[in-house]
């Protein structure tokens, strides 16, 4: 796969300096470059707390949710991406979240991987709505997600099913203190007859260039 | 609000029946005084020389006696909520941290704000040198802000790597701050030149509770992995560990003579449930005494000069203060 390797930013001060760009207006080169560049940025993943409950070394697994387990199926896909847009396909994704009770496995990894990803960037698991833990707000999955020349992004993914959000989250999504972006609420995709409902997110995890 | 920051200051306490190994250890706590608040109070501090400072509901900070009970004093900060609360210079000074990023000082004796600092992010846990020259406060942010009390200039934003601050400890000399991460590490600091000694990486889950030892050589780590680490401070490298019970460390306070250490345990899931507390001899690594029942939810403890070791409880009428001899 084609790699770019220069910001277009960089590509255009280049293009300028050796000929092969020319233009007609009165700003100086690093003016349009910024304006180029800044006219084809995807705005990052806003960031959001790490919280208590990270733990090192989680195993590297697609399925979170086992056999028996309670709760609604959920499916978490999306890319990795940088600002420009390109997958990331050297990122590395963790996730961690609540049981269906809302409780944290803290002594094993149940609900706690680190996520192969599947080329260009894609990401997927299959795990279950979390539950909402006694302290905070709302239902939350915490993602850490890293990436050579990256800027680590360290964010929570929220579901706009949320009881909390009583069907408005732009309006009640500041009923959690901790929830900080409107971004992060995503919407929630249900299929399946009542006994095989399953829910699926799309979460874009797009990362800041360092 | 975080959802588990805790530290001796800061505790909503709770917890879970625990069995400990040590059944011998267990003793009936003692009630040393119950004062009449009349509204709840979420966490306490104590001073070595015998005080009591509560945080109530309504903003409000108490601060009581424990030989008679008697009230020094009652501070309001009106609509601000206090986040922190802790006695300094052996209890003739308390220092509070607010929600809204102050942090004050007063003088307990007159009420007067000796200092007021822009901490910028509300402060979840703040600690002073025992010389009183550096104050270190940290919120939810990556950084540690490092203060230099005489000219109330910050002297040095420490960064951690990913996550908020759990904890804070100064090495007894001022020399050396520690502070515990949610990203699981604890980073060990310079306070001269801000630059960072040593990372302890090992730990797989946060230390809520840091401590150092009278003599500044080793830091003692109450974990989220349910044990007690202590920790070569020059080295950054964890000497030995105190057996892990059936819950996390929450807070952690070393003894005056640095013999044992107090450590507060809690369910993570069960962020209002009961509180065991441990004394442990830090030289023997065994439990020296307990307090393990069920409806125990301690909201602060520490140690006083007489050797004691004090935690308080609270109905919404009344605070109580025990001690474990």
């Known amino acids: 796969m084609l790699k770019y390797h220069l910001s277009r930013r960089e590509l255009i001060e280049k293009c300028a300096a050796l000929g092969v760009v020319v233009t007609a ?4 080169i690093s003016a349009i470059a910024r304006i180029w560049d800044e006219s084809e940025l995807r705005r990052p993943t806003p960031p959001n707390d790490l919280g208590p409950f990270y733990k090192k070394r989680s195993p590297q697994a697609r399925e979170l949710r086992a056999a028996g387990d309670a709760g609604l199926p959920l499916t978490v896909k999306g890319r990795v991406l940088d600002t420009r847009g390109e997958g990331l396909e050297d990122a590395k994704v963790e996730v961690w979240h609540a049981d269906h009770f809302g409780k944290y496995d803290i002594e094993g990894y149940r609900f706690r991987a680190q996520i192969p990803l599947e080329g260009k960037g894609a990401y997927s698991f299959d795990s279950v709505m979390p539950g909402h833990y006694p302290a905070r707000v709302c239902q939350h999955v915490h993602f850490l997600v890293s990436a050579p020349g990256h800027k680590t992004l360290v964010t929570q993914l929220y579901f706009a099913t949320d009881p909390v959000f009583e069907g408005d989250p732009d309006k009640n999504f500041t009923r959690d203190p901790l929830l900080t972006s409107r971004e992060l ?4 995709v249900l299929t399946g007859d009542p006994k095989t409902m399953r829910a699926a997110v799309n979460f874009e995890l797009c990362l800041e260039r360092l | 609000m975080k959802h588990f920051r805790v530290s001796f200051a800061g505790l909503v306490l709770a917890g879970i029946l625990l069995t400990f190994p040590f059944a011998s250890a267990a003793s009936e706590p003692k009630l040393e005084i119950k004062i009449a ?3 709840e109070v979420s966490f306490t501090a104590f001073s070595p020389d015998g005080k009591i400072a509560g945080v109530l509901k309504s903003n409000k900070i108490g601060i009581w006696s424990l030989a008679d009970g008697r009230q020094i004093r009652m501070v309001e900060f009106g609509a601000e ?6 006695f300094l210079d052996n209890g003739t000074q308390l220092v509070v941290g607010l929600r809204n990023g102050k942090i004050e000082l007063h003088d307990v004796e007159t009420g007067k704000i000796l200092r007021s600092l822009d901490n910028g992010v509300p402060p979840g846990v703040v600690r002073v040198s025992r010389d009183g020259k550096l104050l270190a406060a940290a919120g939810g942010d990556r950084e540690v802000h490092l203060w230099d009390l005489a000219t109330a ?4 934003q420490l960064g951690l790597e990913l996550g908020g601050a759990a904890d804070l400890a100064f090495s007894p000399d001022g020399a050396t701050l520690a502070g515990s991460s949610e990203d699981t590490n604890i980073y060990v600091w310079d306070t001269r030149t801000g630059v960072v000694k040593n990372v302890v990486r090992e730990l797989l889950l946060t230390t809520f509770g840091l401590a150092f030892a009278p003599d500044g050589k080793w830091l003692y780590g109450g974990s989220g992995d349910y044990a007690i680490h202590v920790i070569d401070a020059g080295s950054g490298k964890i000497a030995k560990s105190f057996p892990a019970q059936k819950a996390p460390v929450i807070a952690l306070a070393i003894s005056p003579d640095g013999k044992s250490v107090m450590a507060v345990y809690r369910d993570a899931n069960e962020p209002h449930g009961n509180t065991p507390i441990l004394l442990w001899s830090t030289e023997s690594g065994q439990v020296l005494r307990k307090s393990d029942s069920p409806e125990l939810r301690a909201n602060g403890g520490g ?7 004090v935690y308080s409880t609270a109905n ?3 605070l109580r203060v025990w001690s474990l001899r």
């Open chain 2, 37 to 39: 608040v009349n509204e």
């Open chain 2, 153 to 156: 200039k910050l002297v040095h």
């Open chain 2, 81 to 86: 909520r206090p986040e922190f609360v802790d």
């Open chain 2, 316 to 318: 919404g009428n009344e």
């Open chain 1, 25 to 28: 207006t009165s700003l100086p």
């Open chain 1, 185 to 188: 609420v995503r919407p929630v």
């Open chain 2, 303 to 309: 140690f006083l000069s007489d050797g004691r070791m």
